[in-house]
């Protein structure tokens, strides 16, 4: 059974840095491609960032330079690094896999809360 569990959320300062986990188990390790999404109430989901199983990294605009998307040498975790974190950060983040035209797989999410 293919999951997907986040972790690593919580409370950060402004300017400060957090980072997120996500462990895969199933036998996703082997998608084409994985990612982070967030949603802040009353907004739609927004792609991060993406990370193909070839090495190629998309981000956001919103997270270019402050944002870091990785993975584990056996594949299985991958890692969000948030820096310079701002108040418009704060969000669930989900964790996310796909063949790269549709993300097949979620995880249930990790709040992201960002304090003054």
């Known amino acids: 059974q293919v999951q997907l569990v986040e972790s690593g959320g919580g409370l950060v300062q402004a300017g400060g840095s957090l980072r997120l986990s996500c462990r895969t188990s199933?036998?996703?390790?082997?998608?084409?491609?994985m990612g982070w999404f967030r949603q802040a109430p009353g907004m739609q989901r927004e792609l991060v960032t993406t990370l193909t199983s070839r090495g190629y990294i998309y981000y956001a605009d919103s997270v270019k330079g402050r944002f870091a998307i990785s993975r584990d040498n056996d594949g299985k975790t991958l890692y969000l690094q948030m820096n310079s974190v701002k108040f418009e950060d704060a969000a669930v983040y989900y964790c996310?896999?796909?063949?790269?035209?549709?993300?097949?797989?979620w995880g249930r999410g990790t709040q992201v809360t960002v304090s003054s």
């Open positions: 199933g036998g996703i390790f082997s998608s084409d491609v």
């Open positions: 996310a896999a796909g063949s790269g035209d549709t993300w097949d797989y």
